[in-house]
């Protein structure tokens, strides 16, 4: 049996039939810097340019010597790996490294305590736990407070020290509940089952419209796309999604989403009834530069606005750095070139140096709860041959000055100046080009009013993006994926090592490819 009919019928039944479907049911068997190769039906390699970059992981490429080097010298060793429940040097190590680059990037003061797991959704979760648990610690020590007080107003009113003001059942809050009995007695009453109701609201996250954050159970209720997360709604989450060239909508949620505690306040002989803020949102969650809903970079206006929210209503701001951190956009964060500042960030593809399944949630350390360190925790986060590998990458990234991302940076704007100008040729074609450094997304006008009928096809189903990577590989051999939701959308994320003639062949093939939409010759895309 070929490993593609096995994948297809125990793996991956659908998608082995679409990458049959759509001639991309290729296996490869060996990768370097930005080629992968498989065999063709004569057993010869065929080398592939690799656009799609392990879905942006390989910002060194594939196999980086200096990465492979430092595996095989791990591996030698025979170092300790699975050293669970003692002093985790690598982990420490790795902690130290990224919490040093977080502060040296954003020139925030305060150090960052690393949470270390196996994938993005992993650390996305991470982070979505651990603000949650800040937010039941502040909700806890909120309502403790107000019961001491409430307690105090009881006894002054006993003692004959205090009255209750004639006001006290005015406030809005108290006005849906049943007549309140007369005195402190009454008042209390009232205060107390209002408070109750309000400590057992189910928090709320804030997301970006177009967001992806991953597709386990907690993080893909933050995954705005609906095919995703529909189907899984009602186990999670309640998440309010934002769009993000409204930022003026967020003063309106803030004031939609304020929910209030009752206290009571003791001051010349009254008891009044005072309302408290509830942390009733626990995080507002973001991509700066969003990928798989179609790479949208925020704004430093948006992110500022987004950051002034979080500070308003004292909410956690989570930058998800998963994709567009480790170099991808020219600088360790991408969030750093708008001046954006989270108190969360999440890493994790490039971390992995291409060879390691590692993620980090890193939280400004004044909000760390201690006892998160035992209530999450995974038998493969924090082991060794992946921290080691993860620092080594930081290193690689950070070395003289920062040259992987001024590369980064370079590289990028040479590969959206060829984009450029095909846009200028093809401007029937191509409707946009988006991105920042290696993260760039070249978006295609609909083809849903196409007279052919393969295209106008494709446009209705979502699938244009796929057949397109499909005819790409087979006449171009170069592979390119379409974004996770934004399927007219190709992603181009490959390494830092992009040559000038890696960038001329794409030119080629993608002149080629859009004088084939324009003339509508579709047999070309079809054809094997
Ligand atoms: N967050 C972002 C921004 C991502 O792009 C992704 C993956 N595309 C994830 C989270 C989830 O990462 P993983 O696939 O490793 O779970």
């Not at 992995?352 to 890193?362: D, F, P």
């Amino acid at each position: 049996m070929s490993a593609t009919s096995a994948f297809t019928e125990f793996v991956q039944p659908q998608m082995g039939r679409v990458f049959t479907a759509l001639g991309l049911d290729v296996e490869y068997e060996r990768a370097e810097g930005n080629t992968l190769y498989h065999r063709d039906d004569q057993g010869e390699l065929v080398p592939v340019l690799d656009l799609m970059g392990g879905y942006g992981s390989l910002i060194l490429g594939h196999n980086h010597p200096e990465i492979v080097a430092h595996a095989k010298e791990l591996l030698d060793q025979n170092r300790a790996v699975h050293a669970q429940f003692s002093l985790r040097g690598e982990a420490g190590r790795l902690g130290a490294a990224l919490s040093d680059v977080v502060r040296r990037e954003t020139g925030i003061k305060e150090p960052y305590l690393a949470t270390f797991g196996n994938s993005g959704a992993e650390a996305v979760e991470a982070a979505v736990k651990h603000a949650e648990l800040v937010r039941v610690t502040k909700a806890a020590a909120l309502a403790e407070e107000i019961a001491a007080h409430l307690e105090a107003a009881r006894d002054a009113v006993r003692s004959g020290a205090a009255t209750v003001d004639p006001d006290a059942h005015q406030l809005p809050a108290l006005q849906g509940q049943a007549a309140p009995a007369a005195g402190i007695e009454g008042l209390l009453a009232a205060i107390g089952a209002h408070n109750a109701a309000v400590l057992t609201t189910k928090p709320l996250f804030l997301a970006l419209e177009r967001s992806f954050h991953g597709k386990l159970v907690g993080s893909v209720q933050l995954t705005y796309n609906a095919g995703f997360r529909t189907p899984f709604q009602n186990l999670g989450t309640r998440v309010r999604f934002v769009p993000m060239d409204r930022p003026e909508l967020l003063d309106r949620i803030a004031e939609d989403e304020r929910v209030v505690l009752l206290d009571t306040e003791l001051a010349d002989g009254r008891v009044r009834v005072v309302e408290r803020d509830f942390p009733a949102i626990t995080a507002f969650m973001v991509e700066p530069v969003q990928g798989e809903g179609g790479i949208h970079a925020l704004t430093a206006e948006q992110g500022r606005a987004i950051r002034l929210f979080c500070n308003k209503v004292g909410t956690a701001l989570i930058i998800d750095e998963v994709q567009s951190g480790m170099g991808r956009c020219g600088a360790f964060l991408a969030s750093s070139l708008i001046g954006l500042r989270g108190d969360y960030y999440t890493l994790s593809k490039s971390l992995g140096g291409g060879l390691a399944k590692v993620s980090a949630m890193l939280v400004r350390r004044s909000l760390y709860q201690g006892e998160f360190d035992l209530i999450h925790s995974s038998t493969f986060a924090m082991d060794d041959f992946s921290s080691s590998i993860a620092r080594k990458v930081v290193e690689m990234l950070e070395a003289d000055d920062g040259r992987v991302y001024r590369q980064v940076t370079e590289r990028g704007e040479r590969l959206v100046e060829m984009l450029a100008d095909l846009k200028s040729a093809y401007p029937d074609v191509i409707e946009e080009i988006r991105g920042k450094g290696l993260f760039v997304g070249v978006q295609l006008r609909d083809q849903g009013e196409a007279r052919s009928m393969v295209l106008r096809g494709s446009a209705y189903t979502g699938a244009l993006g796929y057949l397109l990577s499909g005819y790409l590989l087979r006449q171009e051999r170069i592979r390119i994926a379409p974004t996770g939701s934004a399927g007219n959308v190709l992603r181009i994320q490959p390494s830092a090592h992009l040559t000038d003639e890696e960038i001329e062949r794409l030119r080629g093939a993608l002149d080629r490819l859009c004088r084939i939409l324009r003339y509508e010759d579709t047999l070309h895309l079809v054809h094997p």
